[in-house]
């Protein structure tokens, strides 16, 4: 009887050791919300880079409401020919004392950048079809994945930037884009919805050329549309009125302020912000 009481104690003090010894499950990783994007780094291809950069024309829509460098607010791009997302080296355009370490301001002046973290948010954009090519969406995925964690390493938000359908491939709006929600959702990311502000725009004002010859990359109404996208979506801030036109007509420029801030608005209602506020 005594040996039996011995035994069950020994085994007693055994399982109670094994209970506390058990870590608790850790918790899902939560992304860090960033308050507000005073400091962009677009990593894209072409679509980027035409018609003086959309970060330039994003730049100006912000100068013209008041939110510009002298007040913190940044953009850099880093753009590379046809390129897709793998492309890309996203770790080292984190290198300390690189890029957006410095900017030229007022008279050609050089104002050195000194932050905690060097950039608030990503934006990415893969190449024009990758997100829809058989060959190539694998990689979407991948690098959507292993760039959304390297940005967040190092204290920015990834986004991604929806792009536009080819003129001659309209069918391609609504693929891109159930890809791009894809990808958003799976990395809890914010998604641009240009694409989207490209197709609305069209079928109303068909007569607004919104891509060059080569019926892919912007004219300047393209570009001008998506930087207003994007000022509404990342931004948050309505477009229309904005005394920005980067030169077009003032009617064509308050439809596609319009397009863009109705786009967002409904984009953002059925999709969310993903994890910025």
């Known amino acids: ?3 039996h009481r ?3 104690i020994v085994v007693a003090a055994f399982v109670l050791a094994s209970c506390t010894s058990v870590s608790p499950a850790p918790a899902p990783s939560v992304p860090t919300k960033t308050a507000e994007v005073r400091t962009l780094l677009w990593v894209g291809n072409s679509f980027f880079y035409y018609n003086n950069s ?3 024309q994003v730049t100006q829509l912000l100068a013209a409401v008041g939110k510009s460098g002298s007040v913190g607010y940044r953009s850099t791009s880093a753009t590379i020919s046809g390129s897709g997302l793998n492309w890309h080296d996203l770790e080292a355009y984190f290198k300390p004392g690189g890029v957006g370490s410095y900017s030229f301001v007022g008279n050609n002046e050089v104002q050195f950048n000194s932050a905690d973290k060097p950039f608030d948010a990503v934006m990415m954009m893969d190449c024009s079809q990758c997100p829809i090519h058989p060959k ?5 995925y991948e690098y959507a994945k292993k760039d ?5 390493a190092h204290g920015a938000e990834p986004i991604f930037f929806m792009s536009w359908a080819y003129a001659d491939k309209p069918e391609m709006t609504e693929q891109l884009a159930a890809e791009y929600v894809k990808a958003g959702r799976a990395n809890t990311a914010l998604v641009v919805p240009a694409g989207l502000a ?12 919104l891509t060059v010859a080569d019926k892919r990359h912007p004219t300047p109404a393209g570009t001008y549309l998506a930087a207003c996208t994007v000022l509404a979506s990342v931004y948050k801030v309505n477009p229309v009125g904005n005394k920005y036109t980067a030169g077009l007509p003032s009617d064509v420029a308050t439809y596609l302020q319009t397009v863009a801030w109705d786009t967002v608005r409904a984009f953002e209602a059925k999709e969310g912000r993903g994890s910025l506020p």
């Open 54 to 56: 959309m970060h330039g």
């Open 148 to 152: 959304s964690e390297i940005a967040r």
């Open 136 to 140: 190539l969406q694998p990689l979407f």
């Open 6 to 8: 011995l035994l069950a």
């Open 198 to 209: 490209f197709a609305n725009a069209l079928q109303k004002r068909p007569d607004i050329v």
């Open 1 to 3: 009887m005594k040996l």
